[in-house]
């Protein structure tokens, strides 16, 4: 069995994004970001599809959750473990490998999905992004959010993508 993912369940990313969002504003705290909400909902969707078969997938640990995020990166592959219970005692276990094979566009649409929800929570900028809001402007804020997407959107993108919303950002008050 291998498993190849070619593009994001937008809907469930959406969904995990705003959930920490929620949190974060819920708690003043600033734990959102992009590889954490991608690698969760990858593992969501690999999760689901070993479902299927009556797999379960075995628990991440933080350096393969890093592997996962490099191989989506990169486009290359990694191998899970899953897991069925036979019955009471028993377990079967096997490996499977899981191919990323998503498109420059496909990885650009996503980083828009994770700015756009960001866009619509203005406190985790004043709180989590913007350091200085006198000393920002619109360049920088670009910066930090390319920075953030892991640079898959540039700078110049971002800006050409969401020109009104940094405008806005950066003159809430």
């Known amino acids: 069995m291998s498993i190849v993912l070619r593009e994001l369940d937008k809907e469930k990313f959406k969904k ?7 949190l974060d504003d819920f708690y003043d705290g600033c734990e959102t970001n992009f590889k954490d909400v991608l690698i969760e909902t990858i593992v969501q969707m690999i999760s689901e599809i070993a479902e299927k078969d009556g797999w379960n997938l075995q628990y991440f640990t933080k350096e393969e959750s ?5 191989a989506f990166m990169k486009n290359s592959e990694i191998t899970v473990r899953l897991n069925k219970k036979v019955n009471d005692e028993a377990y079967y276990f096997k490996t499977v490998s899981v191919k990323f094979n998503f498109s420059n566009k496909e990885k650009k649409k996503i980083a828009e999905i994770y700015l756009e929800n960001l866009f619509d929570y203005p406190s985790y900028f004043d ?4 350091e200085n809001p006198k ?3 619109e360049d920088l804020l670009a910066l930090l959010l390319c920075i953030q997407v ?5 700078s110049d993108e971002i ?15």
Do not use: M, P
């Not at 800006?159 to 008050?173: D, Q, V, W």
């Open 127 to 130: 709180n989590c992004i913007i």
């Open 150 to 154: 892991h640079e898959i959107l540039t």
């Open 135 to 137: 000393e920002t402007d």
């Open 16 to 22: 995990n994004v705003t959930a920490i969002l929620d």
């Open 66 to 70: 890093e592997k996962l995020f490099e």
């Open 159 to 173: 800006i050409g993508k969401f020109k009104g919303k940094l405008e806005k950002i950066i003159n809430y008050e």
